[in-house]
């Protein structure tokens, strides 16, 4: 009954190589977010969207990048993965700016 | 720039305790929100409170939103093993801050 859910929830890859994170939708909400969680610093926005094609940076947003062609769908890549991104991704949905998120189950990416 | 501070960080207490988590900012949120986290899973909203002052309870769980929409606090009444879990506050702003979370472990 997820009405979000992330693929893959577990990759391991190299650094210096280009990873793709999916987050896909059955709830037709207009905003979503990508955020990273390390020990110690809690969950951080990497970028959001708040339609089709139209997307922002969070407070993290260095080495990564987005895009979003279709409502349901919101892709997070890594253009050259580093150690220091190996991280817990979590995708999160809602229907307005500060209306409640609902997140999916998380990616665990390792950057060796 | 960590906006949010909940204390405690850790928590570990006896089945049937009561026990009380904090949320702390020098910043004014127009909403807060508080999620619990399970091992292996993302967040769940718990409640969001808007007004300052809110009160607001769900069973066991009552939260509150100081007067001055900087900080919250979430207690818990008689704990039970399956409120286990991360605790995470988050203030609206421009966007949503999160604290670094309160983990909670209660002991059979």
């Known amino acids: 009954d997820a009405g979000i859910t992330q693929s893959p929830r577990h990759k391991v890859t190299e650094t210096g190589t280009p990873v793709t994170l999916r987050c896909h939708q059955t709830?037709?909400?207009?905003?979503m977010y990508w955020y990273r969680q390390d020990p110690g610093h809690g969950l951080r926005l990497i970028h959001y969207?708040?339609?089709?094609?139209?997307?922002d940076k969070g407070e993290v947003s260095d080495g990564y990048s987005v895009s979003r062609s279709k409502t349901e769908d919101f892709l997070l890549t890594l253009e050259s993965a580093t150690s220091s991104q190996t991280s817990v991704y979590f995708c999160?949905?809602?229907?307005?700016?500060?209306?409640?998120?609902?997140f999916g189950s998380g990616t665990r990416l390792t950057v060796v | 720039t960590q906006l949010l501070e909940q204390s405690p960080q850790f928590l570990s207490i006896q089945e049937g305790e009561n026990l009380t988590v904090y949320c702390n900012s020098s910043?004014?949120?127009?909403?807060l929100q508080w999620y619990r986290q399970e091992p292996g899973e993302g967040p769940v909203l718990l409640v969001t409170?808007?007004?300052?002052?809110e009160v607001k309870k769900l069973k066991r769980l009552t939260f509150q939103f100081g007067d001055a929409r900087k900080d919250s606090s979430l207690h818990i009444t008689a704990a039970q093993p399956g409120d286990t879990g991360l605790y995470l506050c988050?203030?609206?702003?421009?966007?949503?801050?999160f604290g670094t979370g309160t983990s909670l472990t209660v002991i059979p």
């Open positions: 910043s004014v949120f127009s909403s």
């Open positions: 969207s708040y339609g089709v094609k139209d997307t």
């Open positions: 409170v808007v007004t300052g002052g």
């Open positions: 999160a949905i809602s229907e307005s700016i500060n209306y409640g998120y609902t």
């Open positions: 988050a203030g609206a702003g421009n966007q949503f801050y």
């Open positions: 709830e037709n909400h207009r905003y």
